[in-house]
């Protein structure tokens, strides 16, 4: 039931001997799609063994499973834009989405403006830390530890550290805060995320609490995440016990060390556009925004962007076709149609050809909101979305007074 936490291992012999972290996640996959609960499981896979480049995968071969088993930190590939727009949303097919919490949150916002059907998803969640730029990451590989990019077989990163493992089974360690100076580490809105256990998801997955065993620790976070480990328990292919104090108690520490990572991030990110006067952010933006050049790539990335009749498309009179860089009401309407639900993904600023600082501008004013309506965006699915329910007269008495 909702609640319940487990130490899980796979009960097949051949997951075991290949998998990180006892299996349990690729058996309970397997077992998703052996049972008929799903039609197929949607993970990441490395694209031709290359694990700087991954894609989404639909699986439907229960056995194809384990070759999309372990994590990828070099990819960060779209899952909630891939549901919607190459799997119709989950409306007729039965998935099971292996997920990182941004990706389950903006499956959620995605649930709420109807995009997407929750009741044909089971919402696998890992825990994460945080995701590498995949060409900054190879040249941080060569420069910073001295390897050849390829050798890299893992990364993990934990309690301040990025460690890899090498192919011969040598690993190599380096402090993340020195590595984040240079301008290495974690995509930039992974530093400033504070959201590290899936907590929305149906269960959330990881290996915080689990001592070094090889086991996943496991929270069940829904009704139906809590019906589907009982169900994989009675058929078999898991076993589980329950942790002890000690390992709840040393989850809960590693989450709330990363939660303090983020939000020190977070201050230094936004500290200097926040003792801007509203005048200076102005031009602040306008300067970032002169050198947009209307590729739609911020658009066209974002999840939670779902209009299928944009009102940023030339045909549609707002803002006019062939002027570079587009009138201030370009990325004004985005950013607006956003910043109540912004899950600080990143895939804006991934994309943004100009390279402007687009999920630093969202994800700052996101939290302002946060503060205002008490919404946290794709954590709750019975939440109302702040601007689709909001009223002028609350506006007024909440004071609001929103600046870029
Ligand atoms: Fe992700 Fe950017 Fe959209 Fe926020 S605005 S949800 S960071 S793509
Ligand atoms: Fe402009 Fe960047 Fe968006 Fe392209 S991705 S439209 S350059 S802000």
């Known amino acids: 039931m909702k609640g319940d936490m487990y130490l899980v291992r796979s009960s097949d012999d051949e997951i075991l001997k290949r998998a990180e972290s006892g299996g349990a996640v690729t058996s309970l996959l397997k077992f998703a799609m052996e049972s008929k609960m799903v039609d197929a499981v949607l993970a990441v896979k490395a694209r031709d063994g290359d694990r700087y480049d991954g894609i989404p995968v639909l699986i439907t071969d229960p056995e194809a499973v384990v070759e999309a088993a372990g994590s990828l930190h070099c990819v960060s590939p779209n899952i909630a834009r891939f549901l919607k727009e190459y799997l119709n949303g989950a409306f007729n097919m039965k998935i099971a989405v292996v997920c990182k919490p941004c990706d389950a949150r903006a499956i959620i916002e995605l649930v709420k403006r109807t995009q997407i059907q929750m009741e044909n998803l089971i919402l696998v969640g890992l825990n994460c830390t945080g995701t590498l730029p995949s060409a900054a990451a190879k040249q941080m590989f060569r420069e910073e530890f001295g390897v050849d990019p390829a050798d890299v077989i893992r990364e993990d990163i934990e309690e301040g550290k990025l460690t890899i493992t090498l192919k011969d089974g040598t690993e190599k360690e380096k402090d993340l805060d020195e590595l984040e100076q240079k301008g290495y580490g974690r995509r930039e809105n992974c530093r ?213």
């Not at 925004?289 to 066209?300: A, L, N, T, V």
């Not at 962007?305 to 009401?329: H, Q």
């Not at 205002?372 to 007074?401: H, Q, R, W």
Request: net charge negative.
């Open 192 to 404: 400033r995320c504070d959201i590290n256990i899936p907590i929305m998801a149906d269960i959330a997955c990881g290996k915080w609490g689990t001592d070094g065993k090889k086991a996943t620790f496991i929270e069940v976070c829904s009704e139906k995440g809590g019906d589907f480990i009982e169900k994989a328990i009675e058929a078999g292919y898991i076993k589980v016990e329950r942790p002890d104090r000690g390992a709840i108690e040393a989850r809960r520490e590693k989450n709330g060390e990363e939660v303090e990572r983020a939000e020190k991030w977070q201050k230094k990110d936004f500290a200097f556009l926040r003792e801007m006067s509203a005048e200076e952010k102005f031009s602040y933006w306008l300067e970032q925004f002169s050198r947009c050049i209307k590729c739609y790539g911020c658009r066209d990335a974002c999840p939670i962007c779902y209009c299928k009749d944009c009102i940023l498309e030339a045909d549609r009179g707002t803002i006019l076709p062939g002027e570079i860089p587009p009138d201030i009401m370009f990325p004004m309407i985005r950013t607006v149609h956003v910043m109540d639900s912004c899950v600080n993904c990143g895939q804006c600023q991934d994309v943004c050809s100009m390279e402007l600082p687009l999920s630093q501008l969202i994800f700052m004013l996101n939290r302002e909101l946060a503060d205002i309506f008490k919404y946290e965006p794709g954590m709750d699915i019975n939440a109302p979305i702040p601007l689709k329910s909001v009223t002028d007269k609350e506006l007024a008495i909440a004071g609001v007074d929103i600046q870029f």
